[in-house]
């Protein structure tokens, strides 16, 4: 990369560091635009289609000077010719983009020229919107966004699914959407999140099909109960557009070979920056001071309000006993979860001179000075601000209550930016009320509604009003994650809408979060009766010497088989197949089924048990 490249990014990052602004828009927002759209691409997917597309050309260092400049102009909401961009230094035209403060409020097609631009732009420089982007991350997971760009082997196509059919939920970011088209795919795209019965009426209905959905995508709301998922027949795989995984029964999917995948961490910077922000707004009384003003009132003190970073030593050389004695008056964050996310918030935290302690169920690695400590009562006992980082599980339930409350310091602060079961509310009201807390911001809550309207009051939460009166609470409506043009939301478009496609074509679980990890390379064009078979099935003993009797008719050229608790995935690549051979070997497999004995209560029961859960052969 050219030093000129090094700097114009640089300027362009601190340009977004400097005005970037978020917002989301939901149904109920004003929006003109449709809430619901089908759109059914023209384009060829047949293979022979496929392999004849060129691949792209990489852009050159000119064309990223071209695409950084008009980011540059759009962060700065400088007018830019979405039709012909290049010409946009001549002063002259006419900006489709600049009545808007968000994405979200532009047209698709402007927003496919931002996301295209972002996109061009991280991939050719390599770039990362988080400095440790690759701490804790799965295998594949971040640097797979490159591989739909790259010159691959024979694209291959799903033999019994030929249309597949894609329902978009929550405001799926247009970045996915442009991927899934590409394919060919049908979308069916929804703005809100829906609840379970009218998801379930809408799979019913869905593509004016009897249950004919293969792709359903989400993002924290929507709920895929197994209830949901047992109406959605073809269901091959859900694409959750957000880090978090337990909106839906991912034991029910594995189970009936759905597979999951998420983003595991292109939000995890926008959430620690939301964290950063509320660290110091706590400290200092914002939300209260901003919200008397709007209200008219000047309300100027300095009563409990501090500043967070660690006391300076000047110039003066102080004894190791005067040090230690001055530690405490630096600001202690305590951590809740070391993960992507937590371990991001450690580095801004000693950035700012704040002293770390995280708290974690397993041994992790520290980055700077953070020390982890072995419980969490050391955490709360010690730390000024508590913030809490952890999945939705049953362990993480109420993990923060009236006792975890009452061991925090006096006048220490709680953030909750997890999920809103994480907390006991009706306890955090109690300790907020009694001076114990001295403030707390919330970005989650156990109940959150499927879109933005006047819904937060006591109809949804029965404490929404007592939080509502409550001094010193932050209350925002679950926007950690949400920031976006090359930031959190189209770079989650990107990881998902590829892994979907990754699935969809080739059966790779590279980054799957309820299926053993699983994946092949690519055949060739060259390699013309080969077809690739996958085959999801209970993970007991005998089923792969029944598989491997019916592959065995062909030549097996590869395979890989791996399991995870009692679901196992197979996938092999086989040659000698003739086209008419490829319904038989599919009738096969899926009327595969192997004889095993089960016991009852009352003793041995012998029992034919279907090894089979799913089956697909691509070509
Ligand atoms: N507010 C928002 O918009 C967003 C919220 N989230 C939430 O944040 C959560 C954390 O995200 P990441 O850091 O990316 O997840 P992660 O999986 O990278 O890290 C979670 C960490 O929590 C630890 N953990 C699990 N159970 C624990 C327990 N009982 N006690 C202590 N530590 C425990 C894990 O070992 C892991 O290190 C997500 O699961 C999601 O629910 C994520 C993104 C956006
Ligand atoms: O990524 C996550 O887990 C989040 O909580 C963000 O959710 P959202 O995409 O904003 O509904």
Not at 87 to 113: I, L, R
Not at 319 to 347: A, C, D, F, N
Not at 484 to 490: C, G, I, L, N, P
Request: aromatic content about 6%; some cysteine; hydrophobic content about 35%.
């Amino acid at each position: 990369m050219s030093s000129k490249i090094r700097s114009l990014f640089q300027g362009f990052r601190s340009s977004l560091d400097g005005e970037r602004g978020t917002s989301e828009a939901f149904p109920g927002d004003g929006s003109s635009s449709p809430a619901t759209s089908t759109s059914t691409s023209t384009h060829d997917s047949s293979p022979a289609a496929i392999a004849r597309r060129a691949p792209p050309t990489p852009p050159d260092e000119k064309d990223n000077h071209h695409h950084l400049k008009t980011l540059q102009r759009l962060q700065k909401g400088i007018p830019i010719n979405p039709k012909n961009s290049s010409s946009s230094t001549d002063g002259n035209n006419h900006s489709h983009y600049e009545d808007y403060e968000n994405t979200e409020d532009m047209t698709d097609a402007q927003q496919t020229e931002v996301n295209g631009l972002a996109h061009s732009v991280s991939h050719t420089l390599s770039l990362s919107n988080s400095p440790s982007s690759t701490f804790h991350s799965p295998v594949g997971s971040y640097s797979s966004r490159t591989t739909l760009n790259r010159p691959s082997g024979k694209q291959l196509k799903p033999f019994n699914t030929q249309d597949i059919k894609i329902v978009l939920l929550e405001n799926v970011n247009i970045a996915a959407r442009e991927i899934l088209e590409s394919q060919g795919y049908q979308i069916e795209f929804h703005k809100s999140s829906l609840p379970e019965d009218q998801l379930i009426e809408k799979i019913r209905q869905s593509f004016k099909t009897n249950r004919d959905v293969h792709v359903i995508g989400i993002r924290s709301k929507t709920k895929l109960s197994a209830k949901v998922l047992r109406e959605a027949k073809n269901l091959l795989v859900i694409g959750c557009f957000c880090i978090g995984t337990n909106q839906v029964d991912l034991e029910y999917a594995a189970k009936h070979g759905i597979s999951v995948f998420n983003s595991p961490f292109s939000n995890s910077r926008s959430v620690a920056e939301l964290v950063i922000s509320e660290i110091i707004a706590l400290a200092r009384q914002l939300g209260d001071r901003s919200m008397e003003m709007h209200n008219g009132t000047w309300n100027k003190i300095s009563a409990k309000c501090w500043e967070i970073r660690g006391k300076t030593l000047g110039k003066f050389s102080f004894t190791p006993e005067i040090i230690s004695w001055m530690r405490p008056l630096t600001k202690l964050l305590g951590i809740v979860g070391y993960g992507h996310i937590g371990s991001q918030l450690s580095v801004l935290g000693e950035a700012m001179g704040m002293r770390v302690l995280y708290y974690d169920v397993i041994p992790l690695m520290a980055l700077g000075t953070a020390k982890q400590v072995p419980t969490l009562k050391d955490l709360l006992e010690q730390a000024d601000f508590v913030t809490l980082h952890v999945p939705e599980i049953a362990e993480t339930k109420d993990m923060i209550g009236a006792e975890q409350l009452a061991q925090m310091k006096r006048g220490s602060y709680l953030i909750n930016a997890s999920r809103g079961s994480v907390v006991n509310i009706p306890a955090l009201i109690e300790s907020m009320r009694s001076g114990h807390t001295a403030g707390a911001a919330l970005d989650v809550y156990p109940s959150e509604p499927a879109a933005n309207g006047d819904y937060f009051n006591d109809t949804l939460n029965s404490w929404g009003n007592d939080l509502r009166s409550l001094k010193n609470l932050i209350l925002t409506p679950h926007i950690g994650g949400s920031t976006e043009v090359s930031e959190a939301q189209s770079a989650i478009g990107i990881e998902v809408g590829e892994a979907l496609v990754r699935y969809i074509n080739s059966g790779s679980t590279i980054g799957c979060v309820n299926m053993p990890e699983v994946t092949l390379r690519s055949l060739t064009l060259a390699e013309e009766n080969h077809v690739r078979v996958v085959f999801i099935h209970s993970n007991r003993p005998g089923v792969l010497r029944q598989v491997n009797s019916i592959l065995g008719d062909h030549n097996v050229d590869k395979q890989m088989s791996d399991s995870r608790g009692d679901v196992a995935y197979l996938m092999a690549d086989i040659s000698d197949v003739n086209a008419g051979d490829i319904r038989s070997l599919y009738e096969s497999l899926e009327a595969l089924s192997c004889k095993l004995i089960n016991r009852d209560t009352h003793g041995n029961t012998l029992t034919f048990f279907a090894a089979k859960i799913m089956t697909r052969v691509l070509y």
